[in-house]
């Protein structure tokens, strides 16, 4: 679109399950910044989550609804596109190359549903699909636009090195949804309501347990992991961290009673390079103030796995 003088205004869409700890860095506002391009990050929130809930199109092999999703942004794509006094949108989309949402039915479907039929471009496949608004208009030229079908990424790939953009997404990657550890995670979640977005972002870190109780435990696996935990950390939420020694951070949400306390302790430090001995201190506090220390017995694996969500 920039090689036919176009101005275009990038509107990146920030699902509420990922965790963003520097807006800066996502890929798509380092490449827009780099291309020169004004760039609007939305982050998706409660409405989405009723979205995935409840698809009306249904899900893909695990909880992704991509029907419905491709329907829910191109509808904010659509509220932006009229905030900022544009034509028309413009998207990536590459005919045949997803299974669910970029079938030729399933695009129209989308175009229809969302309200955008006519008015949404997508520049690789535009020879294979029907004319658009902008091209009858003449705003852009259908004969410098592609025919790009199906999941062979190479053309795409070819035409980004034509244009000198060597830094992007590997083509292997995909939507959390379409991933079957965190859409096994994230039945358990909503099962047992845990609809928060930190609770949703907390999926992709650390150990995950149900215990008994229905309580939730989540043990981190390195440093990183435990920062990431305590920073989501709701108010109500207890932390449990080994005393005096390098220790995973535990995170435990609705906790029932001192039990779920003395079981989660005796998991985090089943982690801990401390597991092999008879007892071992542990702290208990929230993010703003400690509870109590107390000793804990290392909780023997079999247990521990018994209660893995998985």
Same mark, same amino acid.
């Given at each position: 679109?920039?090689?036919?003088?176009?101005?275009?205004?990038?509107?990146?869409? *920030?699902?509420?399950?990922?965790?963003?700890?520097?807006?800066?860095?996502?890929? %798509?506002?380092?490449?827009?910044?780099? +291309?020169? &391009?004004?760039?609007?990050?939305?982050?998706?929130?409660?409405?989405?989550?009723?979205? *995935? $809930?409840?698809?009306?199109?249904?899900?893909?092999?695990?909880?992704?609804?991509?029907?419905?999703?491709?329907?829910?942004?191109?509808?904010?794509?659509?509220?932006?596109?009229?905030?900022?006094?544009? =034509?028309?949108?413009?998207?990536?989309?590459?005919?045949?190359?997803?299974?669910? @949402?970029?079938?030729?039915?399933?695009?129209?479907?989308?175009?229809?549903? %969302?309200?955008?039929?006519?008015?949404?471009?997508?520049?690789?496949?535009?020879?294979? +699909?029907?004319?658009?608004?902008?091209?009858?208009?003449?705003?852009?030229?259908?004969?410098?636009?592609?025919?790009?079908?199906?999941?062979?990424?190479?053309?795409?790939?070819?035409?980004?090195?034509?244009?000198?953009?060597?830094?992007?997404?590997?083509?292997?990657?995909?939507?959390?949804?379409?991933? +079957?550890?965190?859409?096994?995670?994230?039945?358990?979640?909503?099962?047992?309501?845990?609809? @928060? &977005?930190?609770?949703?972002?907390?999926?992709?870190?650390?150990?995950?347990?149900?215990?008994?109780?229905?309580?939730?435990?989540? *043990?981190?696996?390195?440093?990183?992991?435990?920062? &990431?935990?305590?920073?989501?950390?709701?108010?109500?939420?207890?932390?449990?961290?080994?005393?005096?020694?390098?220790?995973?951070?535990?995170?435990?949400?609705?906790?029932?009673?001192?039990?779920?306390?003395?079981?989660?302790?005796?998991?985090?430090?089943?982690? =801990?390079?401390?597991?092999?001995?008879?007892?071992?201190?542990?702290?208990?506090?929230? $993010?703003?103030?400690?509870?109590?220390?107390?000793?804990?017995?290392?909780?023997?694996?079999?247990?521990?796995?018994?209660?893995?969500?998985?």
């Amino acid at each position: 679109m920039q090689l036919q003088k176009i101005e275009v205004t990038a509107f990146h869409f *920030v699902l509420p399950f990922y965790y963003i700890e520097d807006e800066e860095n996502i890929g %798509a506002v380092k490449i827009a910044r780099r +291309l020169n &391009i004004p760039i609007e990050v939305f982050h998706g929130g409660k409405d989405y989550i009723e979205m *995935v $809930k409840k698809p009306k199109y249904g899900y893909g092999k695990n909880i992704n609804p991509c029907i419905d999703c491709k329907i829910f942004i191109m509808k904010k794509a659509l509220t932006f596109m009229e905030e900022i006094g544009a =034509s028309f949108l413009l998207s990536g989309e590459v005919l045949g190359q997803r299974p669910m @949402s970029q079938r030729k039915k399933a695009m129209e479907l989308i175009e229809k549903e %969302a309200g955008v039929e006519g008015f949404l471009l997508r520049p690789l496949s535009a020879k294979l +699909l029907s004319p658009t608004t902008p091209e009858e208009k003449g705003w852009v030229k259908r004969d410098n636009l592609y025919a790009f079908e199906g999941r062979n990424r190479k053309p795409q790939i070819a035409l980004a090195k034509k244009l000198g953009i060597t830094e992007y997404p590997s083509p292997a990657g995909g939507c959390c949804l379409t991933d +079957l550890d965190y859409s096994i995670r994230l039945r358990d979640a909503f099962e047992y309501n845990e609809e @928060s &977005i930190p609770e949703l972002q907390l999926l992709h870190f650390g150990r995950h347990f149900r215990l008994k109780s229905g309580a939730k435990l989540i *043990v981190g696996r390195d440093e990183k992991e435990n920062q &990431i935990i305590e920073s989501l950390a709701e108010e109500n939420d207890l932390l449990i961290e080994g005393v005096g020694f390098g220790s995973p951070i535990a995170l435990l949400k609705n906790s029932k009673s001192p039990e779920d306390i003395d079981m989660s302790s005796s998991i985090c430090i089943r982690y =801990s390079k401390k597991r092999d001995e008879k007892s071992v201190k542990v702290s208990v506090r929230t $993010k703003k103030e400690n509870i109590t220390d107390k000793e804990v017995v290392p909780m023997k694996r079999e247990i521990v796995d018994s209660l893995l969500i998985h």
